[in-house]
C-alpha cells in the first residue's frame, strides 16, 4: 500500500499547482506552513487508513496526505509544465509527448518518476478529480529492481478509492498485439554522459467513436496503440479534459537522499545533457494534435535541486542531479 499512497499522493499535490501557479508561491514551503499551522489537527489524527486533508479554502484545493503511511518521506519534488484547469477554453481529448528514458541506480524509497497528466478536475473538489498518468518510471519499491518500467495510471476519485497504477486492478485494458504492457522495463536507456538517446513517444487520446481514452506507446518511433482506459471507468473524463500536464518528480524516504531526476542533469547550464520533452501537442476533438508553442505555467518545487525549461517550439527541458539537499 506504501508505493501506491506515495504514488497517489505525489500527484494528489499536483491539484495544487493552480493554487500557486499565477501567485508564483513555492509550494513546498507552502505546504510546510499549511502543516506547521495545521499540526494539531493532524497530530489528533491516528491509524493507518486514516487520511489528513488539509483544505486551501480559498481555492476549494484539497491536500490528501496519508500521513502514517507517509511520514518518512519527504514532500515530493516537481518539475512540471501544466495547463490551467479553469476557463471554457480549456477542453482537452489528448496530450502527445516524446520523452528521453533514463536508467539510474535508486534504493528502495526513492523514486524518480516521467510522464504526462490528461485530468478532469471536475468542480475543484480533490476527491472527484479524474486523471489519467502515463510515462516511465524507477520505482524499487515497487518492482524490485531500479529499471525504467511504462507506467500507466488511473484515478477517477483524486487517488482515494479508486485507480491504480499498470494492471494492478481493473481499469486499463491492454490491446490485442499491444508492443509493451504496463509495468515492463524500457530497455535500452539512453547513454549517459555519451548521449546516445533513446526515447518513448506516448499518446493519450479520447477515441471518438467509443469514448474510451487509448494509450499509445512508441519506442524510438511513432507510437501505437497498446490498451486503453474504458470511458465507463471515468465521470468527468467521460465528457473530455479541460487539462494537461507533463514533467516528472521525484520521492525519497528521509533517511535517503533524493534521487535524480530526468538525466541527473539540470538543464540551463548544468552539467551534462539535461533530457528533454520534444514533440508536445495537444489534442483537439477531432483528434487533430497541434505543437505546442506558447509557453504554460510551471511548477518547480526546489528550484535549485531541479527544473524546467520554458516550452519553446514544443520542447523542454527538465531534470535535476540527485543528493540535493533542499
Ligand atoms: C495559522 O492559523 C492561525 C489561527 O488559526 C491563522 O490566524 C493564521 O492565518 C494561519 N496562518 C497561515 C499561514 O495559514
Ligand atoms: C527519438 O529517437 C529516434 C530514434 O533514435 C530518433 O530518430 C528521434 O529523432 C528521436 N526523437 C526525438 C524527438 O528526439
Same mark, same amino acid.
Given at each position: 500500500?506504501?508505493? !501506491?499512497?506515495?504514488?497517489?499522493?505525489?500527484?494528489? !499535490?499536483?491539484?495544487?499547482?493552480?493554487?500557486?501557479?499565477?501567485?508564483?508561491?513555492?509550494?513546498?514551503?507552502?505546504?510546510? #506552513?499549511?502543516?506547521?499551522?495545521?499540526?494539531?489537527?493532524?497530530?489528533?489524527?491516528?491509524?493507518?487508513?486514516?487520511?489528513?486533508?488539509?483544505?486551501?479554502?480559498?481555492?476549494?484545493?484539497?491536500?490528501?496526505?496519508?500521513?502514517?503511511?507517509?511520514?518518512?518521506?519527504?514532500?515530493?519534488?516537481?518539475?512540471?509544465?501544466?495547463?490551467?484547469?479553469?476557463?471554457?477554453?480549456?477542453?482537452?481529448?489528448?496530450?502527445?509527448?516524446?520523452?528521453?528514458?533514463?536508467?539510474?541506480?535508486?534504493?528502495?524509497? #526513492?523514486?524518480?518518476?516521467?510522464?504526462?497528466?490528461?485530468?478532469?478536475?471536475?468542480?475543484?473538489?480533490?476527491?472527484?478529480?479524474?486523471?489519467?498518468?502515463?510515462?516511465?518510471?524507477?520505482?524499487?519499491?515497487?518492482?524490485?529492481?531500479?529499471?525504467?518500467?511504462?507506467?500507466?495510471?488511473?484515478?477517477?476519485?483524486?487517488?482515494?478509492?479508486?485507480?491504480?497504477?499498470?494492471?494492478?486492478?481493473?481499469?486499463?485494458?491492454?490491446?490485442?498485439?499491444?508492443?509493451?504492457?504496463?509495468?515492463?522495463?524500457?530497455?535500452?536507456?539512453?547513454?549517459?554522459?555519451?548521449?546516445?538517446? #533513446?526515447?518513448?513517444?506516448?499518446?493519450?487520446?479520447?477515441?471518438?467513436?467509443?469514448?474510451?481514452?487509448?494509450?499509445?506507446?512508441?519506442?524510438?518511433?511513432?507510437?501505437?496503440?497498446?490498451?486503453?482506459?474504458?470511458?465507463?471507468?471515468?465521470?468527468?473524463?467521460?465528457?473530455?479534459?479541460?487539462?494537461?500536464?507533463?514533467?516528472?518528480?521525484?520521492?525519497?524516504?528521509?533517511?535517503?537522499?533524493?534521487?535524480?531526476?530526468?538525466?541527473?542533469? !539540470?538543464?540551463?547550464?548544468?552539467?551534462?545533457?539535461?533530457?528533454?520533452?520534444?514533440?508536445?501537442?495537444?489534442?483537439? #476533438?477531432?483528434?487533430?494534435?497541434?505543437?505546442?508553442?506558447?509557453?504554460?505555467?510551471? !511548477?518547480?518545487?526546489?528550484?535549485?535541486?531541479?527544473?524546467?525549461?520554458?516550452?519553446?517550439?514544443?520542447?523542454?527541458?527538465?531534470?535535476?542531479?540527485?543528493?540535493?539537499?533542499?
Amino acid at each position: 500500500m506504501l508505493r !501506491l499512497t506515495m504514488l497517489g499522493r505525489a500527484i494528489s !499535490l499536483c491539484l495544487l499547482f493552480h493554487a500557486f501557479q499565477t501567485e508564483g508561491i513555492r509550494l513546498h514551503h507552502t505546504i510546510n #506552513q499549511l502543516k506547521n499551522n495545521d499540526s494539531r489537527a493532524l497530530d489528533s489524527v491516528d491509524g493507518p487508513t486514516k487520511q489528513n486533508m488539509i483544505s486551501l479554502n480559498s481555492n476549494l484545493i484539497m491536500v490528501t496526505s496519508s500521513r502514517q503511511d507517509s511520514s518518512s518521506y519527504d514532500e515530493p519534488c516537481f518539475a512540471v509544465h501544466q495547463t490551467t484547469p479553469r476557463g471554457p477554453g480549456n477542453n482537452y481529448y489528448g496530450f502527445h509527448a516524446t520523452m528521453d528514458v533514463y536508467g539510474h541506480e535508486l534504493k528502495p524509497g #526513492q523514486g524518480s518518476s516521467t510522464g504526462i497528466w490528461v485530468n478532469h478536475n471536475g468542480n475543484g473538489v480533490t476527491s472527484v478529480l479524474n486523471a489519467i498518468s502515463v510515462g516511465w518510471h524507477i520505482y524499487p519499491d515497487h518492482y524490485g529492481d531500479s529499471h525504467p518500467h511504462f507506467y500507466t495510471h488511473w484515478t477517477r476519485d483524486g487517488y482515494k478509492e479508486t485507480g491504480c497504477i499498470n494492471m494492478d486492478c481493473p481499469g486499463f485494458v491492454r490491446a490485442n498485439g499491444a508492443v509493451i504492457a504496463p509495468g515492463a522495463v524500457i530497455h535500452p536507456v539512453s547513454d549517459v554522459p555519451e548521449g546516445h538517446i #533513446q526515447n518513448i513517444t506516448l499518446k493519450v487520446l479520447k477515441d471518438k467513436t467509443s469514448g474510451d481514452w487509448w494509450v499509445y506507446y512508441g519506442f524510438n518511433t511513432i507510437p501505437t496503440g497498446v490498451g486503453y482506459f474504458p470511458n465507463s471507468l471515468f465521470t468527468y473524463l467521460a465528457e473530455k479534459a479541460n487539462q494537461v500536464a507533463f514533467g516528472a518528480y521525484v520521492i525519497n524516504d528521509k533517511t535517503l537522499p533524493t534521487p535524480p531526476m530526468g538525466s541527473g542533469a !539540470l538543464p540551463n547550464g548544468g552539467q551534462g545533457r539535461a533530457a528533454s520533452f520534444t514533440n508536445l501537442r495537444f489534442i483537439d #476533438q477531432d483528434g487533430n494534435s497541434s505543437p505546442i508553442t506558447a509557453d504554460l505555467p510551471e !511548477l518547480v518545487t526546489e528550484e535549485k535541486c531541479h527544473s524546467i525549461t520554458p516550452i519553446d517550439n514544443a520542447e523542454c527541458f527538465y531534470g535535476g542531479p540527485g543528493g540535493c539537499v533542499k
